[in-house]
């Protein structure tokens, strides 16, 4: 990297998309991108800055001097901004708000005041809007008029009333292939999504799911529209809320792929030491039949097959309560039934199972007893596993607990249990 | 649902959004649904079909008649009815396809031919496209002319050359604010992404996420223009991999949510079955050990913590290591370097948890030599969780396979084989 005159990396850099120039940095080590992006000069800017992983952000920041991030914030559509603003730590923050023009710092702060992860973080306060008494006609006038500032991308006018509240919206298409003296009131559509500036980021995703949304306005506490949220905020929503659920799942905070080993180390371990924890009671069930283990050794060797059998059914059973809480297709309504399947599920499962596993048991060790007992215990742990698999993530929702961040954990400490304690209690009491 | 008269239901739905009544539909179980439906009459249109779910989806077909079913197809964008026509089987196609118009039928099948999650079975034929010789207010004019049909959801022209290539693409609110006079072609933007029919969607959307795209051009092979696709399918194919992703990961095959009894048992048995296997494979390598744990039983009580500890800490790093390569973060460029990472980081890992188990097993059985097997045995089988954790999904990757879809069998067959063969081999090796 550093046998390269400057004039070759930027030759190297300038064609490139914003998007790929990130990726490129990502993929570098730390002290690597640092020295690029100083060789980059100004071709590291805003566009390249908003592509970059969050992990990486936080990393590149901390090279920046505030001049630099002023330039960015300036040049960043404001939700972007806001995304910059957020990275940073408080001191950072009130030195780089004081080194922007006032009016901005006056909406930025106010932006930063609307909870983590809410609509307020998410919309741009970049809007059209029309007063309802306007004719098409003086709307086209209105956006043709130099003078006046229009967001990048827009796909709909928003129509409000004299108290600014949001009434309609008029899609860009409508308002092209319509007569000028039509008032645009005859044309707008009123069914639009309303979101309050405080409503969650998964529930607008919902909405833009569910509905087939594109764009929609934001309104604060009153009704006063303060900005739009356009779909491809949304797809990043959904991504990032895909992330956490398949994160969590696996048992990771968060993504730490650009996380040095120290950090990721760190990350990791407070899962493992739940793990632990809920390990070592399953081991504490396995010693209460210390007598009927040193008597048949059999039983060591077999009952790792029914915890784990009852772990992957739970596991099944999980994954898919778990995503279809997450879209809203598992409800109170029908809980009772959705539970009472993934029992009998797990119980039919657990049948087919037990005849193999008794079959196999029998023969192995020539004990029709054993091959008798690992059964039974299939199907108790089976049972059990159905039962956990809904019934673990139902219940962390109905506490307001994100249902995919403990559930594993909980679900395999009960199969485990269960599975241990169904195969050496029945052994112990069968066998002996 | 039977005692009360039609016009109650059809009053009751009327108001709702086409989604909301879908919803209301799969909640309901198999009979109520096809009742339900009934009772609906007209209200059941396009509209509702499109929101509903695949499995229930093809619950629904199965008690339409031909006529109604052309009847939604008709009324469908030509991307749902696509969506629609791939749920039937062959035959109930052909009998679809011979009632619907000859122009329209034409079209479907060529569709149709296109590979399945592909771009082209994605895409909207409904496109507005203008020569690229074309002024803005012959555009216009255009537009407004009545006898034009034109799609109801579109945020660019398409700009083509007289090949019928796409050159460029124009936004409608960058239409709206130049003068008649312009050429369309000083105002187009050429650095679109052209998306090739055969391209698969998670590709596409991959395109989309990338570059922050809206809509996209699709051509077909020589460059055609065939069609284009909007962000809001891509929104749907983002969340169908992400249900795949998060499935597989989970040992499911697909959404079974609403799957009956029989069928969701029959999905999960083939996982169910694998993860026998490698169950018995690791017992096996604890029958190899009967001696030793006939002498110690402390060994049978301790051996699951093992296992455990490298089955989460593995399935940690395949999360971060499946997410990465499914966003094109991990690529063979840095490969070599997150490998080392993640076998850095259980190593660490690996080392504190020894320490701790180490101390509790000394603590728990008074013997410190049990201590130190169970540290060194940790050890071991954290790094390989970590070895394994990111080679396994990079091998089934460079195979062109999913690397989710196995990745948690093989990761947890080597986790336990390492895991008791090491705590167990060393046992032998050291206490008796």
Same mark, same amino acid.
């Given at each position: 990297? /550093? ?7 930027q ?22 991108? /640092? ?5 980059m000069g100004d071709l590291f800017d805003?566009?390249v ?7 990486? !952000? ?10 630099k991030?002023?330039e ?13 603003? /957020? ?15 006032? /009016? ?20 741009? !306060? ?8 306007? @004719? ?7 956006? !043709? ?26 899609? &860009? ?6 007569? !000028? ?30 509905? %087939? ?8 506490? %009153? %009704?006063?529209?303060? %900005? ?36 990721? @180390? ?11 924890? *809920? ?31 009852? $772990?992957?059914?739970? *596991?099944?059973?999980? @994954? ?11 409800? *109170? ?18 049948? &087919?199972?037990?005849?193999?596993? $008794? ?52 679900? *395999? @400490? ?19």
């Open positions: 990297l /550093e046998s390269k005159p400057v004039d070759y990396f030759a190297l850099l300038e064609p490139l998309h914003a998007a790929d120039i990130a990726d490129l940095l990502e993929q570098l080590s730390g002290g690597e991108r /640092e020295q690029l992006i100083e060789l805003a566009e800055y908003s592509h970059l992983d969050y992990t990486v !952000r936080e990393d590149v920041v901390e090279d920046l001097d505030t001049e991030m002023a960015i914030v300036n040049d960043l559509a404001s939700d972007d901004a806001i995304d910059f603003l /957020e990275d940073l730590d408080e001191e950072e923050q009130r030195e780089l708000l004081d080194a922007i023009p006032a /009016e901005d710092r006056a909406f930025y702060e106010k932006h930063l005041s609307y909870p983590d992860e809410s609509a307020g973080r998410l919309m741009q !306060r970049e809007v059209v809007t029309v007063p309802s008494f306007w @004719t098409v006609g003086q709307t086209i006038d209105h956006m !043709r008029d130099k003078k006046i500032e229009l967001p990048d991308d827009f796909y709909n006018l928003i129509i409000v009333d004299p108290s600014h509240h949001p009434v309609g919206m008029v899609k &860009l298409s409508k308002l092209l292939r319509t007569k !000028r003296p039509t008032p645009i009131a005859n044309i707008m559509w009123e069914d639009m999504k309303i979101i309050p500036v405080n409503m969650d980021q998964e529930d607008a995703a919902y909405l833009f799911r569910q509905y %087939g949304l594109v764009e929609a306005p934001v309104v604060e506490e %009153g %009704g006063r529209l303060v %900005g739009v949220i356009t779909v491809d905020d949304i797809v990043e929503v959904l991504d990032e809320e895909h992330e956490e659920d398949i994160l969590k799942l696996g048992g990771v905070k968060e993504d730490d792929l650009y996380s040095d080993v120290v950090e990721t @180390t760190r990350l990791r371990f407070s899962w493992l030491l739940v793990n632990l924890g *809920t390990a070592i009671a399953a081991s504490l069930v396995i010693g209460l039949f210390e007598t009927a283990l040193e008597k048949v050794v059999a039983l060591a060797i077999l009952m790792p097959i029914v915890a784990s059998m009852g $772990g992957n059914a739970g *596991t099944q059973t999980l @994954t898919v309560a778990v995503r279809a809480l997450a879209t809203n297709e598992l409800t *109170t309504s029908n809980a009772f039934r959705i539970v009472g399947k993934e029992v009998l599920v797990g119980g039919i499962n657990g049948i &087919l199972f037990a005849i193999l596993m $008794g079959l196999v048991s029998w023969a192995w060790f020539q004990d029709p007893a054993l091959g008798g007992v690992i059964a039974c215990a299939m199907v108790v742990n089976m049972l059990a596993a159905g039962l956990a698999g809904t019934l673990i993530p139902l219940g962390l929702e109905k506490l307001g607990k994100d249902p995919a961040i403990a559930s594993t954990v909980f679900l *395999t @400490t009960i199969t485990d249990v269960v599975g241990f304690f169904s195969f050496l209690g029945l052994a112990a009491w069968v066998l002996l």
